[in-house]
C-alpha cells in the first residue's frame, strides 16, 4: 500500500501541474524480452506511480504523474527499451487518476486470452551477459556457457506449455540457487522472473563426449576447441539443436565433413565470434550489419570477399558465403579459447545427415552423429523443439529471407481484417515445408520443417502441427492445404480432417505465394502477380511454375504464363538440368535439334538419343511452366551445371555467373517472344535460346550470357505485366516464389516494374519459396471464410 505522505499537498507545484493517469497498450516483441522490468526501473527513476503487466496483446502500463513526467516517460518507453524489444505502438488513454498512487508494481500476468504474446523467439546474447562469463570476478557466472536473462537467451526452444514459466520449461528440472532465486524475485534485477536463468552452482553443465558417448576427461570447452584446432569436427549443442563444427580454413576436414555429411556440393554457413570477423570475410550493406547483430542472429548470405580466409570446399564456385555471429555463451567461449589457436571462423552446419532433420535431443545425438563427428560438446538443458538458424539474403533492396526460423519463429504475423475467421491450420507444401496455426487474425508460422518425402522430416510435421496446437491452444475448425492431391502435406490433412471431421480448404500452389505477399501487406487485392518458381500443381492438372495471376486473397485469375515445355522424364528433370536444356532445343529450333553441337556438350550421345525420342514422341514427358527448369536448362546450356547436386544448385551457378559480368544494356526486345495461347499472355524464350547457342559457339563468355538470361527473363515479365496492366486496370504487382530468392532477377523485375509507375510488393516477413506457403494458405482460407465463401 502507498505511504502516509501524500506528495500533492506537501509540493505545491503540483496544484499548478495536475496529476493525470494514462493507461498505455504497447505492442510489438515486448514480451519475454525484459520489458517489464525496464518499464518499472524508468518508472521509479522518473518518480511516475502505476503498475505494468502483461497481456494478450503485449504490455499495458498505468502511469500516473503530470502531463509533462508522463510524455517524457512515453518517449522513454521508446527510445531507452531494452535491445531485444521492439516497440510497433504505444495506444495512450487517459484514466482517473487514483488518489496517491506514488509506488509503481509488476503486477502478475493475467492469463492471456491468445498466447501468441507470450511465446517468444529465441534471443541471441546480450551485450551484458557477454560481459558477464568473460568476467574472472564473477564467480557464479565467469565462463558459465549457459548464462542469460531477461534480455537474452532460450525461449521458444525451451517451453514445454504456457503460461511460460520456468515449471513449463526444460529448466523445471533446475532448481535455483539462492542468489539465482534473489535475482529472479527482484524486480530491479537484470535477471526479473527471467525464467531460464542459472549460474554454475545451480545450472545445467556442459560435457564432452566421444563418438560413442563416453566422457573425455578434462575441461570440456577445451577440449573441444583442441579438436577442432587439430582440424576435427565437434558436435555443438545449440539453441535450437547441434551444429556439427570444423576450422573454416581448413581445406582437408572441409572436404572430409561433407563427405560425412553426404553433402557434396551445397554450400555451409560460418560463424564468426565479431562484426570485425564477419567483414572480413563478406561485404554487408549497412541494414545487413544491422541484421546479422540482432537479437535474432541470423545466418545472413552475402557477397563474400575475394580475401576471405575460408576453404574453397566451404562455398564452392558461389559468390556469395552465408555468416552469422556467435548468439550463444557458449558460441563465445569457444571463439575465447579458439582465439589461441588462430581461429577465426568455424564452419557451422545442422548437425543431421543430409536431408533428415536437425539433431536436438542428447541421446539422439549419440546416434545420428556418432558417425559424423569426432566428439560431441553438449549440455543438459533440454531442447523441447529443434529449431534451425534462419537463413536471409543480403541485398541493396532489403533482406529476402531464403528460411524462417530461429529467432523469428513462432512471432505471429498479422493478417488484414477481412481474413477473420474461426481458429484453423495449414500444412504447407512439401519441400521447405513449414506449417501453419491461424487464429484472430494472427498466423503463426512453424519453423523451417524442411523436405516431407524424408520420413523423419515427416514425422517432425505431425508432431509439429499438434505442439502448435497444444502450445497456442488452438482448436482447429478447418485445414487449408494444397491442391496437390500426391504432397504428403495434401495426404495427412485428408487423413486429420477424418479423424477429426474438419472441412479441408484447397488452395492452389501459387494463389498460395500471391496471396502471401498481398497478406503480409495488410493487402486483399485485387493486384497482379508474378510467381515464378520450380513446380506447383495447376487447376487444370498440370505443373505449373511461371505465372501471371490475377489475385485476390480469396480467389485468383491465370492470365499468363511462361511457354510450357516438356519435361522429358519428370522429375527426373529436375535432378539432371541436361534433360530440361535439351527440351529447350527442341521448343527453340525444332525436330533438328539434336544435330546443334551444342547437344555433344550436354551429355552423351545415347542420353541425347534416348531423351530426344522421349521430346519427339512426347511419350513420358510432363508439360511445364516452371520458370525453375528454364534456369536449369540455361545453366546447363552454359556449362555451367549439368546436375543438381542440391536444390536450385543449377540456377545459383547462372546468378553467380551472372554476377560476374558488368553490367551490359544489351539489347533484348529480338530476345523473346510474347504471345497468346489459349487465352494467355505466353512468354517464348526461344529468341533467347536461340541467341544463346549462337553467341556461345561464337565464344562469347558464360557470364555474360548468364546476365542476358537476367536481363531477357525481367524484361518479357515486364512487357508480360504491362500488358496485363492495362487489359486490366491493376497496378500493384506481387511478386513471390522461389526464384524471387534470386537477388539479381527480383531486383532486375522490380526496378522495371517501378520505372514504369507500377507499385511492387515483395516478401519482408517470409520467404517467396514454398516455406512460405502455409502462411499463404491460412490467409486465403481465411478471407474465404469470412466472407461466407466456405463453411468451417
Ligand atoms: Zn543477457
Ligand atoms: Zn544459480
Redesign the pocket.
Known amino acids: 500500500m502507498q505511504g502516509s505522505l501524500n506528495k500533492n499537498t506537501i509540493l505545491p507545484t503540483r496544484s499548478i501541474d495536475p496529476v493525470i493517469r494514462r493507461r498505455l497498450h504497447i505492442s510489438g516483441r515486448v514480451q519475454g524480452v525484459g520489458f517489464r522490468p525496464f518499464v518499472y526501473r524508468l518508472a521509479k527513476e522518473m518518480q511516475i506511480g502505476g503498475s505494468v503487466w502483461n497481456d494478450a496483446a503485449g504490455v499495458v502500463v498505468e502511469a500516473q504523474g503530470t502531463a509533462r513526467q508522463l510524455d517524457e516517460f512515453v518517449a522513454a518507453l521508446r527510445t531507452d527499451a531494452p535491445a531485444a524489444a521492439a516497440v510497433r505502438e504505444i495506444i495512450e488513454k487517459e484514466i482517473t487518476p487514483y488518489p496517491n498512487d506514488g509506488r509503481f508494481e509488476i503486477q502478475h500476468s493475467l492469463r492471456a486470452t491468445t498466447p501468441t504474446a507470450e511465446v517468444t523467439a529465441d534471443l541471441a546474447?546480450?551485450d551484458?551477459?557477454?560481459a558477464e562469463i568473460r568476467d574472472p570476478a564473477n564467480a557464479r557466472r565467469y565462463r558459465y556457457a549457459l548464462?542469460?536473462?531477461?534480455?537474452?537467451?532460450p525461449r521458444f526452444s525451451i517451453i514445454r506449455s504456457i503460461p511460460y514459466d520456468r515449471p513449463r520449461t526444460t529448466m523445471a528440472p533446475f532448481a535455483m540457487c539462492r542468489p539465482c532465486r534473489d535475482e529472479y524475485e527482484d524486480p530491479a534485477d537484470?535477471r526479473f522472473h527471467a525464467q531460464p536463468t542459472a549460474c554454475r552452482d545451480c545450472g545445467p553443465q556442459m560435457e564432452l563426449l566421444d563418438p560413442k558417448g563416453s566422457p573425455i576427461a578434462g575441461e570440456p570447452i577445451e577440449g573441444a576447441v583442441q579438436r577442432l584446432a587439430d582440424g576435427k569436427i565437434v558436435a555443438i549443442k545449440g539453441i535450437g539443436g547441434f551444429h556439427l563444427a570444423v576450422r573454416a580454413d581448413d581445406q582437408a576436414a572441409v572436404l572430409r565433413l561433407r563427405k560425412l555429411k553426404h553433402r557434396p556440393a551445397k554450400p555451409f554457413a560460418v560463424m564468426c565470434p565479431s562484426l570485425q570477423g564477419v567483414r572480413r570475410l563478406v561485404r554487408l550493406t549497412p541494414r545487413g550489419e544491422k541484421l546479422i547483430a540482432s537479437s535474432a542472429a541470423p545466418i545472413v548470405l552475402a557477397r563474400r570477399n575475394p580475401k576471405a580466409a575460408v576453404a574453397d570446399a566451404v562455398a564452392p564456385g558461389n559468390h556469395r558465403l552465408g555468416v552469422m555471429l556467435a548468439y550463444t555463451p557458449l558460441h563465445h567461449l569457444i571463439f575465447d579459447e579458439a582465439r589461441k589457436f588462430g581461429i577465426e571462423s568455424l564452419v557451422m552446419t545442422s548437425g543431421n545427415d543430409l536431408d533428415e532433420p536437425l539433431v536436438f535431443e542428447n541421446d539422439d545425438a549419440i546416434d545420428r552423429l556418432g558417425d559424423l563427428c569426432d566428439a560431441i560438446l553438449r549440455h543438459n538443458r533440454p531442447i523441447q523443439r529443434a529449431v534451425d538458424d534462419s537463413v536471409l539474403i543480403d541485398t541493396a533492396f532489403a533482406p529476402i529471407f531464403v528460411r524462417r526460423s530461429r529467432g523469428f519463429a513462432p512471432a505471429p504475423i498479422v493478417l488484414p481484417e477481412a481474413c477473420d475467421a474461426t481458429p484453423g491450420w495449414a500444412v504447407g507444401a512439401e519441400l521447405k515445408c513449414a506449417v501453419a496455426t491461424y487464429r484472430d487474425c494472427q498466423v503463426i508460422l512453424s519453423q523451417h520443417l524442411g523436405n516431407l518425402t524424408q520420413s523423419r522430416t515427416f514425422d517432425a510435421f505431425k508432431r509439429t502441427i499438434s505442439d502448435l496446437c497444444e502450445l497456442f491452444g488452438i482448436v482447429p475448425h478447418w485445414i487449408a492445404h494444397d491442391l496437390h492431391p500426391g504432397y504428403l502435406s495434401t495426404q495427412h490433412a485428408r487423413h486429420l480432417a477424418e479423424q477429426q471431421g474438419l472441412p479441408l480448404i484447397a488452395v492452389q500452389h501459387h494463389h498460395a505465394h500471391a496471396a502471401a505477399v498481398l497478406a503480409e501487406h495488410g493487402l486483399t487485392g485485387p493486384a497482379l502477380a508474378v510467381v515464378c518458381d520450380g513446380t506447383g500443381y495447376g487447376t487444370d492438372g498440370s505443373i505449373w511454375g511461371g505465372e501471371l495471376l490475377a489475385v485476390e486473397l480469396t480467389d485468383f485469375r491465370r492470365i499468363g504464363r511462361m511457354r510450357p515445355m516438356p519435361l522429358p522424364g519428370g522429375d527426373a528433370a529436375a535432378r539432371q538440368p541436361w534433360r530440361s536444356a535439351l527440351a529447350l532445343l527442341f521448343l527453340a529450333h525444332g525436330r533438328d535439334f539434336v544435330k546443334l553441337p551444342i547437344c555433344r556438350q550436354l551429355t552423351s550421345d545415347p542420353q541425347i538419343q534416348f531423351v530426344s525420342q522421349m521430346l519427339l514422341t512426347g511419350t513420358n514427358c510432363i508439360q511445364s511452366s516452371s520458370t525453375g527448369r528454364v534456369f536449369d536448362a540455361v545453366a546447363a546450356l552454359l556449362g555451367l551445371c549439368r546436375e543438381n547436386r542440391f536444390d536450385a544448385e543449377a540456377p545459383a551457378t547462372l546468378e553467380t555467373a551472372a554476377a560476374q559480368c558488368k553490367r551490359l544494356s544489351h539489347n533484348l526486345d529480338d530476345s523473346y517472344g510474347l504471345g497468346d495461347a489459349e487465352g494467355l499472355i505466353e512468354i517464348d524464350l526461344s529468341p533467347l535460346v536461340r541467341r544463346i547457342v549462337r553467341r556461345a559457339q561464337q565464344g562469347v563468355a558464360a557470364d555474360d550470357l548468364a546476365m542476358l538470361f537476367h536481363e531477357t527473363l525481367a524484361a518479357a515479365w515486364e512487357a508480360a505485366v504491362a500488358k496485363a496492366a492495362q487489359s486490366t486496370g491493376l497496378n500493384t504487382i506481387a511478386l513471390s516464389g522461389g526464384v524471387f530468392c534470386n537477388e539479381l532477377f527480383g531486383d532486375l523485375l522490380e526496378t522495371r516494374l517501378q520505372r514504369r509507375g507500377l507499385r511492387v510488393l515483395r516478401h519482408r516477413q517470409i520467404p517467396p519459396n514454398d516455406g512460405g506457403i502455409a502462411f499463404g494458405q491460412a490467409a486465403v482460407a481465411a478471407a474465404r471464410i469470412s466472407k461466407g465463401l466456405c463453411k468451417p
Not at 548464462?147 to 537467451?153: A, D, H, P, Q, V
Request: aromatic share 0%; proline share 0%; glycine share 8%.
Open positions: 546474447i546480450c551484458a551477459c557477454l548464462t542469460n536473462c531477461t534480455n537474452c537467451g537484470r
